[in-house]
C-alpha cells in the first residue's frame, strides 16, 4: 500500500515563497515520475510541474520561472518550491506518484495540503 503524505501548505502573501514536501511510504518500487498537480475551487485539477525518474521536468506554463520540483529519486520523495507566489495560486496542492508497469499507468495521490496566497 502506497502512501504519500503531504507538508508544508499554509497561508502566504503574495510575493512571498512555500516549499512543500512529499515522502511515499509502504513503496518496495521506484515511481517512473512524482509531481504535484493542484485544485482551485471550481476549478478542474491541473498539473503544476512534475519530474521524471530520469530527471526531466515538466511545469505549466503559469508556474514557470517561479516554480521548482527538486527531488531525490531514491528516497521516493519530492519537493515544490514555490517562490514569487500570486493570489491565483491559491488551491489545494496534491503529491503524485506514477508508475508504469506491463504497459499501464498507476497513479498514487496525497491527500492534500492547502496552499493560500493573499494580496
Known amino acids: 500500500q502506497v502512501q504519500l503524505v503531504e507538508s508544508g501548505g499554509g497561508l502566504v502573501q503574495a510575493g512571498g515563497s512555500l516549499r512543500l514536501s512529499c515522502a511515499a511510504s509502504?513503496?518496495?518500487?521506484?515511481?517512473?515520475?512524482m509531481g504535484w498537480y493542484r485544485q482551485a475551487p471550481g476549478k478542474q485539477r491541473e498539473l503544476v510541474a512534475a519530474?521524471?525518474?530520469?530527471?526531466?521536468?515538466n511545469y505549466a506554463d503559469s508556474v514557470k520561472g517561479r516554480f521548482s520540483i527538486p527531488a531525490d529519486n531514491a528516497k521516493n520523495t519530492v519537493a515544490l518550491q514555490m517562490n514569487s507566489l500570486k493570489v491565483e495560486d491559491t488551491a489545494v496542492y496534491y503529491c503524485n506518484a506514477v508508475v508504469f508497469s506491463l504497459g499501464q499507468r498507476y497513479d498514487y495521490w496525497g491527500r492534500g495540503t492547502q496552499v493560500t496566497v493573499s494580496s
Open positions: 519530474i521524471a525518474s530520469g530527471g526531466s521536468t
Open positions: 509502504g513503496s518496495g518500487f521506484r515511481f517512473n515520475a
